[in-house]
């Protein structure tokens, strides 16, 4: 701004501007003026401002303010005399109102950064159709006003729409087919298929709908638009036109300036606009067309009755010629908001009765006035001008303040996925299973000292459970099977498709493979039997196995069956029943409690704790449970004249109630017999226990038994065996079935402090140990008792045992010269599901075999079916638990290299049938080996 000594100053200065600066200041939305004006935006007066010759300075000066404070603010400054003096006689160049097309390019240059009013469409549109002349016809259906609209729109002028487009279709077939469709659709009717002009939508919608130039006497857009050119405007009324132009205009400043978007939803940068856009005409007359366009804004306005953002100062010292016009009355500009006031209260009158001069708020300027004869306030005005600021726009509509409050909002609610993410990333864990195709939930879980493990259940390769190699690729094994059998199923519905979901502990907390082998080899069973039934039959049950972890120890069994195992096999029919089952805890215990309760049979195939029978009636068990495990031992060391057992086991207090119901079942047993039992506890570590040659003493008849987990039995070895000079005096080392698992895991056993050292465990499947390298090699000669079942065993494991040479590590491929005990117990347990289902379809007969069985059913077959086995006769006829089944005292002369006859368990003793019911006739119970 120039300086002070230059600056208009008169009387009424600082009313005029407190004028000015209260018209463009936007109210807000839910504010009035009073209580009788409308809410939000306000009608805005045409400010007339008759001045003297020596005042022609001031709107140059106000706009030179308004550069200076609100450079934001959508504003401009046209002097009507240098914009007629550009005016030309070319009609395609000629505006039809050349003020108005100043403003609207003024208006739309860049300089406003953050308060640019829009692109103008529907003026530029109109404006542009008012200068052009139409092409000529190129055919019968042409329409050369579709050639320029589509111009108009970036398209190519000459484009003749859609049968155009599809000529340039390159492929023959495709443009025959499209133009087949084009016909039919011009014969139903729907030429105006031909005939659309993408882009122009939202302004054909608003020029059909205003009211000037009767867009009723036009069909659509194409012909109103023809009704604009200069081939076709002398038939219609320049008066019309030029106040569409005056109203299209208008109406891209009430879209720039819209609060709301499709009447419900904000429109932010309406919000932001908390200034009207201002413009200062200066000189106007009516020979430059000046106080024409203030005469059709007064007419649009009362002609639509909108509302408009448009704040019109204009200043003239030539007031309007037109008879029609009347002698405007002038208020001095020291009166100025007064007059606002007054003009205001005769708004809703005059407007209604269409005056001429509803619109016009005339003041009149004073003579210029010295600087220092002003008053206060007028001399101040324009410093006080210098300070205006424009209210701030509400909080959320301003510039990124939204999209930063949506980036915090959507931080925060991807925290927690995040977090998940990260979890089950560290966890292994499939993180977008509800994606997958398969059958798979999975949940982070923290299970206290064992850490955060992936919990769920799976039958797709999309989770895959644990880290060890070998368990690994016999969950991708069993998931391939699973896709085979849907296959299969698909190819041929009618077959029965049977689901079991297997349950065991598959991660750990650090690396352990004598868990990690142990649950392979179970699966490696459950892989067998599924080889068995996914192949091309009729009428053999397909078979799907869904794989479930309960974690660590089974740490997480009761969640997993609760959340996630019960609203699973609620959902699929299908499922018939849960096997595996890990160990004997109390997690164990309450899972099997809650799958009772839902009706779901729960198959244990390792599990020894006595009492589970009672948690449901649903629940059964493949193997003896730790009462015969006790009377094995006591038969055995009344077998050998043992004078005294040593029981070892840990603390029976806490979550481990295997131990606590083998030592009480043992305490129980060598009562009421003459051999002497001694126990021995360790709370925390196996090291605390002595050497057994502690006493210095020839045990060698007594028996030293553990009755612990296999995690704990090698430290267990290196303590009582600590500084022990002739082994030959030591008591006879017999295990738990738990050891099981030490015996199948390499890594544990191989090792140098183990060479030579005896050991006997108990073996729960050892009819499949004992067919041992003739099983492996895939026949069955060594147990000829044990039928096609162990038969057909022992045939898919030397295919199963080749493939897994092949396709892991030395280290963790199986090396024992014979099958693992829980490959049979798993085959077997797969097996009796199998079975009941093919009694069932049988008792039904033909016409309801296709039916999936229920799980009642299931367990009604299960206790009245025998089955025979590859590890021997499996019956639940008298009780839940097959306690009648074999228990084996299995010897291993050198634990440490299992190879050669040293290598090889052998039977040192046996209870219970074996095949067939039977029990081998012989002094030990041990079948005989040929």
Known sequence: ??????????????????????????????????????????????????????????????KESLDTALPQVPHALIDADEVVDTTTDDPTTQRLLPLLHAIQQELGKDEFTSGGVGEFDNYKLIEWLTRQHLPPEQGKRDKPILHLLREWTGGRPGTGGLRTLISEVPHALTRFVLSVFLWIGQLLGMRWLAGRVPGLGREARWIMRQPFMVPRHSIGLQGFAERLTLDRRA????????????????????????????????????????????????????????????????????????????LVVAATDDPPQAPQDPNPSLTAAVHANEALSEWQRRLPTRRQKLA????????????????????????????????????????????????ALVLVLLAAGLIQPAITVSQSWTSSCAAFERWSAGTVATRVSRLGAAGEQCLGYSDSAVQVFGANERLRYAQSAVHAQNERAKRLHADNPHRPYVTLIYFAGLTNSRFGPRTDHAVAEELEGLLL??????????????????????????????????ELLVPLVDSDPTILGVVGMDRSVTETEQAIRILGEHGIPVLGSTLTSTELAELTPLYFQLVPGNEKQAELIVNYAAHLNSPKVTLYHPSTSGRNIYAATLVSALTEKFDSTDIALDERTWQRSVSELAPLCAEDTDRSREIAFYAGRENTFGDFLRTVRRNCPDSAELPMIVASDAVSRFVSDQRSRKTTEFNGVTVSYVGMGSPVILAGEDCVAGRANSLPAGGTQLNAFCSGYRELRETLRAQLPRAEAPNMPWPGERVGGLYDAAGLFVNAVIAIRHERGPTKSGLTPHRAEVAQQLRDTSFEGATGTIDFGRSQIADDRSLAVLRIDNISELRGPAGTPTCAYLIGTVYDGRHPSTATGCPRIE
């Open 529 to 562: 039997r599924q080889r068995e039934q996914n192949k091309r039959s009729a009428t053999e049950p397909l078979l799907r196995i869904i794989i479930a972890n309960g974690g660590t120890g089974m740490r997480g069994a009761p969640e997993v069956t609760r």
């Open 235 to 310: 038939s219609e009324s320049q008066e019309q036109i030029k106040k569409l132009l005056l109203h299209a205009f208008l109406e891209d400043l009430r879209i720039a300036y819209r609060r709301r978007r499709l009447r419900i939803l904000p429109h932010r940068a309406g919000w932001r606009r908390t200034t009207y856009t201002t413009v200062l005409l200066d000189n106007v007359r009516d020979t430059n067309g000046g106080w024409e366009l203030l005469r059709l804004i007064n007419e649009v306005r009362n002609e639509t009755g909108k509302l408009d953002p448009l």
């Open 356 to 403: 001429p001069d509803a619109r016009y708020l005339h003041i009149e300027l004073p003579a210029a006035t010295p600087e220092a004869e002003t008053t206060g306030e007028d001399r101040q005005a324009w410093q006080d001008a210098a300070s205006w600021h424009p209210r701030r726009a509400p909080l959320l509509a301003r510039r990124y303040v939204c999209e």
């Open 1 to 62: 701004m120039e300086s002070d000594r230059s600056l208009p100053h008169f009387t009424g200065l600082h009313a005029l501007l407190t004028l000015i600066r209260n018209l463009y200041h936007r109210p807000r939305l839910l504010t009035a003026p009073s209580p009788h004006d409308r809410r939000g935006d306000q009608p805005l007066p045409l400010v007339c401002l008759h001045r003297d010759h020596s005042v022609t300075d001031f709107l140059p000066t106000l």
